[in-house]
């Protein structure tokens, strides 16, 4: 098969004075940070849903979208058809991974035989591409949300037989995630949560939640599948209140149902925004626990309240998202997943390649100064002399546990009113802005 893109040559680093589109100004995958490639830090990944299945429609008008590569295909042989494009896609990029919905890389079947039959067709090719290519698979995921059947939700349905579905459907993704190479798999619960209280009893759903979840680890370890589990947070969209609202839900959830040892976060920059969160907080939420696994990297528009998927291009944005991640370790399983679309305006094929040069720039910018901010050491500094009074003497005792309300009372008796010092908030945004 030709190419679908004869005119677009691989994406190149040319460095911050280059005026090509086409190239990458600050994406130089092998240069080193920190000890480590971007290429590894980052672990650009590009998805199989907005990419290739995006059409650019809305509520209000249908697709816009040229796919010189779909004319006159439908079903199975569209599926196939795009599979060839997607990896080009990839490899001209240099993204190292990618991820997919069992339904979006395979239509719909009359039944879930035929579904299973389609996707092993295609599985077959998506393989042969990544052996190919090279190009490896983060995370696969099923979609449990598009059909109706799922209307009431699928983990979380009102009716048993729609969660066996569900269950069905993530036990074949599973396999083929396995089959695949997968690094990891997500749930995102699609419509895991409710429209209307006077029908859902919350209680027994989440209770359902956990069942499927405990079940997906239980079939993990009989097929012998090491890729870590990821839960994505958000908070409404398609119900208006989902389980897995945000970060501190999710972990609450986790938690609740012992699934914390099973699970790490996927946190997706336009959720976080959602749920009235800036993604800095959702990620350190995450990373405190100990539970910030990857990042569905795009963005919100603050005057939209719903997921536009954009993609990433505010500095500031990828400075906080690349700065907390470095601070828990970087990511391991993970990636920076471009969980985005073009415009519904922007139909052409090569806008497809601008976005995700301009993700990956702005990300490979926000590693940049993260790391300059921690060379530089002002910023930590500041934050670790603002805690000082706990590193030492009654502040050390408390957080040891040896004292209570008495000596705390005692203390407050003998020495008075602490001494206040500012939080020099403008002061540390200005040395932020040093670095942008
Ligand atoms: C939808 C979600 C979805 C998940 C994968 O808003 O972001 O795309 O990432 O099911
Ligand atoms: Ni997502
Ligand atoms: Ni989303």
Known sequence: MSAAFPNIPKIQYE????KNPLAFKHYDASAVIEGKTLRD???????????????????????????PWEAGLSGLDLAKARVPVFFEICEKLGA?????????????GKDLKQSNQWLDTITKLLKAQQKKTGVKLLWGTAQLFAHPRYAHGAATSCDAN?????????????????????????????????STLWNTNMKRELEHLAKFLHMAVAYKKEIGFKGQFYIEPKPKEPTKHQYDADAAACLNFLREYDLMDHLKLNLETNHATLAGHSMHHELEVAGAAGALGSIDANTGDLMLGWDTDQFPTDIYLTTQCMLSILKYGGLKTGGVNFDAKVRRESFEPVDLFHAHIGGMDAFARGLKIAAAIRADGRLDAFVKNRYRTWDSGLGKDIEKGKVGFAQLEAHVLEHGDPKLESGRQEFLENLINEFI
């Open 96 to 108: 190292p991974y990618y991820a997919f919905h069992d339904r979006d890389v395979a239509p719909h």
């Open 162 to 194: 729609a969660f066996a579905f569900g269950a069905a459907q993530v036990k074949k993704a599973l396999e083929v995630t396995h089959e695949l190479g997968g690094e990891g798999y997500t749930f995102w619960g699609g419509r895991e949560g409710y």
């Open 41 to 67: 830090h980052l672990r650009f990944s590009v998805v199989y849903w907005h990419t290739m299945c995006g059409q650019g429609a809305d509520m209000f008008g249908w697709g816009t979208a040229v796919r």
């Open 15 to 18: 460095g911050p004075r280059s």
